[in-house]
């Protein structure tokens, strides 16, 4: 039972001496040289503005026109998809608005009169 005032016993923690403790040698430690080297990074300006060729349901048929377009000399992808889902396949993207605009006016007096601006701004 427990008396206010009167201390309590505790259990007195054991202590072992170890008289032969292993000499371990420290690690060797092995420097290489790197040369130096000089990383330049080039933002490029995030794309804003794309060209949009077509647009479809199945992403393989995105894909297949993206070859298709690329094999053609245009620097095509997919976009992203659109809020029904479909898939947008552009023939080029820029970051001046003015200029995506001229050359959309120019593929659509071309090879794609149905060519229409996408602007992610």
Not at 23 to 31: E, F, R, T
Not at 71 to 81: E, W
């Amino acid at each position: 039972s427990f008396t206010p005032g009167k201390s309590v016993a505790r259990p007195k923690a054991e202590t072992r001496i170890i008289k032969n403790i292993p000499k371990v040698a420290p690690a060797a430690i092995v420097v290489t040289p790197v040369a130096e080297e000089t990383v330049v990074l080039e933002m490029a300006a995030a794309n804003n503005y794309f060209i949009i060729a077509g647009a479809f349901s199945i992403e393989q048929n995105a894909k297949n026109l993206v070859e298709d377009l690329k094999s053609k000399g245009y620097d095509s992808s997919i976009t992203g998809q659109n809020r029904r889902g479909l898939y947008m396949v552009s023939l080029q993207g820029f970051n001046d608005k003015k200029a995506a605009a001229e050359k959309m006016n120019e593929i659509r007096n071309g090879e794609f009169p149905g060519a229409w601006l996408l602007s992610m701004k």
